[in-house]
């Protein structure tokens, strides 16, 4: 039972426009979300997270959006770039604290 | 500051064997976090130490196992290898325990069981 899907394997984009991944949960019970950038041979980076008391948290160019009654998070790269290229795994917790990752969404950012 | 090792980077066993992987946190962080990556199952949380204790676990058969030392280096088992234990190990530490502190991942051990 996969408690935290990212529907889509892969995504390509144009430099300059927007990315959009999305991340839906089926655990009522995660509190926290977070999202994570990989790149090949190297271990996940935090990129961004968000509590469930707020339904936007933005960091520059990266924004979260959590939608609690849809059980939906989506993450937001304006512009994109090239150097985005990676795949982005959202993650979630609740009081286990224990992280549960979604299986990835590659992103190409298309020069 | 340096940054989360993983010793080793690669590894093949055979079925049956077993295999120990080394993981160093960052200077500070006393949290280590062990995960699985395979292509079908996404990553999967193995278990959590914090003080040199197991403070969390993951539903993964008592073949895997873990330990952390005095200095928060941590060291994870796997016995009886299965070809199914192929996968990629990645070890995240953070300054302290729970889901809610920023874990900073290494860059994992491959591990091939033939």
């Known amino acids: 039972d996969q408690q935290v899907k990212q529907n889509s394997p892969s995504l390509s984009v144009q430099e300059g426009r927007i990315s959009i991944l999305n991340c839906d949960y089926t655990?009522?019970?995660?509190?926290?979300f977070l999202w994570y950038k990989k790149y090949p041979a190297e271990g996940p980076t935090f990129l961004i997270s968000i509590s469930s008391i707020k339904d936007k948290n933005e960091d520059g160019r990266f924004t979260v959006f959590l939608n609690k009654s849809a059980k939906h998070l989506s993450l937001h790269i304006v512009p994109s770039q090239p150097g985005d290229s990676a795949v982005y795994f959202c993650?979630?917790?609740?009081?286990?604290?224990?992280?549960?990752f979604g299986k990835g969404t590659k992103l190409t950012v298309n020069p | 500051k340096a940054g989360v090792t993983q010793t080793p980077r690669y590894l093949i066993k055979t079925r049956g064997q077993q295999v120990t992987l080394s993981c160093s946190p960052i200077s500070g962080h006393r949290s280590v976090s062990w995960y699985q990556q395979t292509p079908g199952q996404g990553l999967q949380f193995l278990f959590e130490?914090?003080?040199?204790?197991?403070?969390n676990k993951g539903n993964f058969p008592g073949r895997f196992s873990g330990r952390q030392f005095s200095n928060s280096r941590s060291e994870m088992n796997v016995s009886t290898l299965e070809l199914g234990d192929s996968a990629l190990y990645l070890c995240?530490?953070?300054?302290?325990?729970?889901?809610?502190?920023?874990?900073?991942f290494g860059p994992g051990t491959r591990l091939l069981v033939l």
């Open positions: 995240a530490s953070s300054l302290l325990a729970g889901a809610t502190e920023t874990q900073y």
């Open positions: 655990n009522s019970m995660f509190d926290y």
């Open positions: 130490y914090f003080s040199e204790t197991q403070r």
């Open positions: 993650a979630a917790s609740g009081r286990s604290e224990k992280l549960v």
